[in-house]
T-cell receptor
Framework: AQSVSQHNHHVILSEAASLELGCNYSYGGTVNLFWYVQYPGQHLQLLLKYFSGDPLVKGIKGFEAEFIKSKFSFNLRKPSVQWSDTAEYFCAVRGGGYNKLIFGAGTRLAVHP | GAVVSQHPSWVICKSGTSVKIECRSLDFQATTMFWYRQFPKQSLMLMATSNEGSKATYEQGVEKDKFLINHASLTLSTLTVTSAHPEDSSFYIC????????????FGQGTRLTVV
């Protein structure tokens, strides 16, 4: 069965600091990978996705993620965070033969001015 | 991106009553819809997957008789919480996906259900 592990449950950063959120998945076949963001009181928004091709994926709001197949990882990065990035971030995976999207536990990011 | 509309956004009901939540894909045909439940400060837990015109597939531990899912058309799926109890209070989120291998799922804004 698919599973997703996010290592950091809470992250606190100052503005302009760099961000990296870890995401590992367990599934041996072809995968589609996603990062979603949920701002306080709002619904999920897609930050970026990986289906195939270039393993370095660029998303909205300056976020990027790198798919490393050998490590079963899809870490999210941003070189310089802003206060407005305060939100909860979810990594999700969909196995090639499966239809359903499985979410990690989420990482709550707080950015202080 | 495509729009998924969920209705109502919030609902309060009495214990023992049933509540229906609608999920509509507004500008695309959703061959598959998913229903999730999110507890406060926790992740989204997949409840069931529904394909248009067929029975929903429920995740382990989800009571199919309590959470009735209907996916009667390519743009509408409904989740009915039957005989609701306070422990059913939660945030319910639907998502919809077009057919095809490399398609993303779009999420509704969620429904906050409070059972009193």
């Amino acid at each position: 069965a698919q599973s997703v592990s996010q290592h950091n449950h809470h992250v606190i950063l100052s503005e302009a600091a760099s961000l990296e959120l870890g995401c590992n998945y367990s599934y041996g076949g072809t995968v589609n990978l996603f990062w979603y963001v949920q701002y306080p009181g709002q619904h999920l928004q897609l930050l970026l996705k990986y289906f195939s091709g270039d393993p370095l994926v660029k998303g909205i709001k300056g976020f990027e993620a790198e798919f490393i197949k050998s490590k079963f990882s899809f870490n999210l990065r941003k070189p310089s965070v802003q206060w407005s990035d305060t939100a909860e971030y979810f990594c999700a995976v969909r196995g090639g033969g499966y239809n359903k999207l499985i979410f990690g536990a989420g990482t709550r990011l707080a950015v202080h001015p | 991106g495509a729009v998924v509309s969920q209705h109502p956004s919030w609902v309060i009901c009495k214990s023992g009553t049933s509540v229906k939540i609608e999920c509509r894909s507004l500008d695309f045909q959703a061959t598959t819809m998913f229903w999730y439940r999110q507890f406060p400060k926790q992740s989204l837990m997949l409840m069931a997957t529904s394909n248009e015109g067929s029975k929903a597939t429920y995740e382990q531990g989800v009571e199919k008789d309590k959470f009735l899912i209907n996916h009667a058309s390519l743009t509408l799926s409904t989740l009915t919480v039957t005989s609701a109890h306070p422990e059913d209070s939660s945030f319910y989120i639907c998502s919809a996906r077009q057919q095809g291998p490399n398609t993303e799922a779009f999420f509704g804004q969620g429904t906050r259900l409070t059972v009193v």
